[in-house]
């Protein structure tokens, strides 16, 4: 359907249709598109934009749906500068065992090269039943926020072990910080990190007592630094304590 300058094309619910006013879910304000959806709700989140693509034949590994970016270059050429895609990492898993994967891709331009640059954050999602290989990957440097005179900061757990019984497992609010400085022990004591592979930390142990970390019955006495990973075992010492 074709459409002339200042009108938008939108569905009644029963056809397509064209129109330059408010109508239904869009609105036209000074050359810009609003996706408008109005309601009575109060804690739900409606869809105003749907973005679908479908094809006549079998999906296979790689079929998504995206959004292009364009600006403007100097010479009033337009110019890509970013991307969003939504893809689905294994198109025939949902129809075989009704777990669904997909992952959303972002990327930007890149002004030195004269061309985009690919996907520079890739959020790999699973179904809870299936998280293999589900992750966050970044294909550049991770910066952090340039917040509080750093340029990146993790979060560091000050966990005071007065009044604590040994052994003391974390919480998981407590193991999922990777820094943990232990302070005011009264005595020595064991401290019951998860086994989950990949677990890492560093652990600055301030107590005044020495330590026992488990699962694998590492020590760490007062006042040292140590850094930890877990193989889904036992965690393991990467350097000796300083």
């Known amino acids: 359907m074709p459409l002339s300058a200042g009108q938008v094309l939108y569905y009644d619910g029963t056809k397509w249709v064209n129109s330059s006013t408010i ?8 050359g810009q598109t609003i996706c408008l959806t109005s309601d009575a ?28 970016y364009f600006g403007q270059a100097s010479d009033d050429s337009a110019v890509e500068i970013a991307t969003i895609r939504a893809v689905e990492s294994d198109p025939t898993k ?33 179904d809870r039943n299936d998280t293999t290989g589900a992750g966050v990957f970044c ?14 900061r ?29 302070t005011s022990a009264s005595a020595a004591m064991t401290i019951t990190f998860p086994s989950t592979a990949g677990g890492f930390w560093i652990i600055y142990n301030n107590s005044g007592q020495t330590l026992t970390l488990n699962p694998g019955g590492l020590t760490l006495n007062n006042n040292l630094h140590g ?12 350097a000796t304590p300083a």
């Open 154 to 182: 993790f979060y560091l757990l000050t966990k005071s072990l007065s009044g604590v019984s040994s052994p003391y497992a974390l919480t998981n609010n407590e193991y999922q910080c990777p820094i943990i400085k232990f």
């Open 94 to 126: 949902y129809s075989t065992t009704g777990v669904y994967r997909s992952y959303l891709s972002f990327g930007s331009y890149h002004f030195e090269s004269g061309s985009p640059q690919g996907s520079i954050l890739t959020l790999l999602l699973g």
């Open 227 to 238: 850094i930890y990973f877990a193989d889904g075992t036992n965690l393991h010492q990467v």
């Open 23 to 30: 109508v239904s879910s869009f609105l036209i304000i000074q």
């Open 139 to 152: 294909a550049v440097p991770v910066r952090g926020f340039g917040g509080s005179n750093v340029p990146f």
């Open 41 to 68: 709700g109060t804690n739900n989140v409606p869809y105003p934009l749907q973005v679908r693509h479908t094809s006549s034949g079998d999906a296979a590994v790689g079929f998504g749906v995206g959004l292009q």
